[in-house]
């Protein structure tokens, strides 16, 4: 079992920045892809960026936030944390973010059903 928790979501003007934390606890070894996803009222859950935790490293991101957002892991202070730094925001970054881990090496970057394990959501408020 894997439990995530996110923090981090706020209010920011366009062109700000806010770095978003989802606490990883429970079996993190068993994770093979890590994701964050968000989701505006009235739309579907769209992902924003994944890392494979277990292989390489590598990372993928959505076209919208390429070259503003970074996905990244923080295990320092004992803990084990994914991170998403979002610089440079738009209002239509604004959503609620989700935090999301695969433990079955589902197929799929961006499938949300390929994801076994979310948190509980931070919102994101982009004012222009």
């Known amino acids: 079992q894997v439990q995530l928790a996110e923090s981090g979501g706020g209010s920011v003007e366009a062109g700000g920045s806010l770095r978003l934390s989802c606490a990883i606890t429970?079996?993190?070894?068993?994770?093979?892809?890590m994701a964050w996803f968000h989701q505006a009222p009235g739309k579907e859950r769209d992902g924003v960026a994944v890392?494979?935790?277990?292989?390489?490293?590598?990372?993928?991101?959505a076209d919208s936030v390429k070259g503003r957002f970074t996905i990244s892991q923080d295990n320092s202070k004992n803990t084990r944390t994914l991170v998403l730094q979002m610089n440079s925001l738009k209002p239509e970054d604004t959503a609620m973010y989700y935090c999301?881990?695969?433990?079955?090496?589902?197929?799929?970057?961006?499938?949300?059903?390929?994801?076994?394990?979310w948190g509980q959501g931070t919102q994101v408020t982009v004012s222009s």
């Open positions: 890392a494979a935790l277990k292989s390489d490293g590598s990372t993928i991101y």
């Open positions: 429970g079996d993190a070894s068993s994770i093979y892809h």
């Open positions: 999301a881990a695969d433990s079955r090496s589902s197929c799929g970057a961006f499938v949300v059903k390929g994801y076994n394990y």
